[in-house]
C-alpha cells in the first residue's frame, strides 16, 4: 500500500469515528478505537504552553486561551518595573512542566531579547521542545543566544495567524482521533528544520478541498519550501460535520502529491461544527 492509499485509509477512519462513533466503534480492534469511546487512554495528551512577551505575545495568548483548548496561557510584560525574579520564578515553573512551549515575541520591542534567551535556557535545562513565534524575529547579530539555541522559530505577521499555527499543533497531538499521533513525531518535525513556514487557507464550492490545499501550498513554495528544502512538515484539514468526504479526500490527495514520500510528513481531521461550507487546510513546513 501505498502512502496516498494509507492516508486515505486512516482519514476515512479517522472520519467515521467522529461522526459514526455508535456504529463504527463496536467494529474497530480495541487499540485502534478512538481514546473517547475506549476504556483506556491510548493517546496521553501533550504538555502545551504558551508564553506570551510583551504587547504582541499578550495579543495572541488572550486570543489563544479564548479559542484554543488543551494550551495554557501566560504573559510577561516587558516594563522595567515589572521584569523582576519574580516573573521569571513563575516562568520558570511554567516551562519545566511542559513537553512543548511556544514563545509568542516581538523581538523589536525593548528587554524582549534578554526574556527569550532566559525562557530559552530554561526550556533547554528541561529538556521542552521550543517554538518561537513572532512578526520580528532575532538575527545573529541582534541575539546569538538565541538563534544558537536548538529551538525552532517561525516569522508570523500577526495574532491570528499565530492563534491557528498553535491550534494545529493542539489540534494534531490532543484531538481524540481513529490513529494518536506521536508527540515524538511532532518534536522529530519540529526539530527537523530550523525555520517553520504556515500557512492556512479556506475555501469553499465543489473543489474547496483543492483549493484550499492550492492557496496554502503556493504560500510554502513562495517561502521556498520545496521537495528539496522541506525537512518536515505537518497539517489539519477542518470541516463541517455534514461536509462530504471528497473535499477531505482532495485535500490529503493534495498534500500528498506536494511532501515527497521519504519526508517526516503527518496530519489530522477536526470536525468543526463552528465551520460552514468551508474547508480550511493548515500547514507547518520546517526548513
Excluded: W
Aim: hydrophobic share 40%; glycine share 6%; aromatic share 6%.
Amino acid at each position: 500500500m501505498d502512502r496516498r492509499m494509507f492516508l486515505t485509509a486512516i482519514l476515512q477512519g479517522s472520519l467515521a469515528t467522529v461522526l459514526l462513533p455508535d456504529s463504527i466503534t463496536s467494529l474497530l480492534i480495541t487499540p485502534y478505537a478512538s481514546p473517547y469511546h475506549s476504556t483506556f487512554d491510548y493517546q496521553v495528551s501533550m504538555r502545551i504552553s504558551a508564553i506570551g512577551i510583551g504587547a504582541f505575545g499578550a495579543y495572541c495568548t488572550r486570543l489563544l486561551a479564548y479559542s484554543v483548548h488543551n494550551v495554557c496561557c501566560h504573559e510577561v510584560a516587558l516594563y522595567p518595573q515589572q521584569i523582576c525574579g519574580s516573573d521569571l520564578s513563575r516562568v520558570d515553573n511554567v516551562i519545566q512542566s511542559n513537553d512543548l512551549l511556544f514563545l509568542l515575541a516581538d523581538t523589536t520591542q525593548p528587554s524582549c531579547g534578554s526574556v527569550l534567551a532566559a525562557c530559552i535556557k530554561i526550556a533547554a535545562t528541561a529538556g521542552v521542545q521550543v517554538v518561537v513565534i513572532g512578526p520580528h524575529l532575532p538575527l545573529h547579530q541582534h541575539s546569538s543566544s538565541i538563534v544558537d539555541s536548538a529551538v525552532a522559530y517561525c516569522t508570523i505577521p500577526d495574532p491570528l495567524s499565530a492563534r491557528n499555527l498553535v491550534g494545529l499543533v493542539s489540534d494534531l497531538v490532543n484531538t481524540n482521533s481513529f490513529v494518536g499521533i506521536d508527540h515524538g513525531d511532532i518534536k522529530a518535525i519540529l526539530q527537523s528544520g530550523g525555520h517553520g513556514i504556515f500557512a492556512s487557507n479556506e475555501a469553499t464550492g465543489a473543489d474547496s478541498g483543492t483549493l484550499a490545499c492550492k492557496q496554502a501550498l503556493e504560500h510554502l513554495q513562495q517561502c521556498g519550501i520545496n521537495a528539496t528544502t522541506c525537512r518536515g512538515a505537518m497539517a489539519c484539514i477542518y470541516g463541517s460535520p455534514d461536509m462530504p468526504f471528497d473535499l477531505y479526500s482532495q485535500a490529503i490527495t493534495a498534500l500528498d502529491s506536494y511532501f515527497p514520500t521519504d519526508l517526516s510528513f503527518v496530519f489530522g481531521t477536526v470536525v468543526d461544527e463552528k465551520i460552514n461550507n468551508v474547508v480550511r487546510v493548515s500547514v507547518l513546513a520546517m526548513k
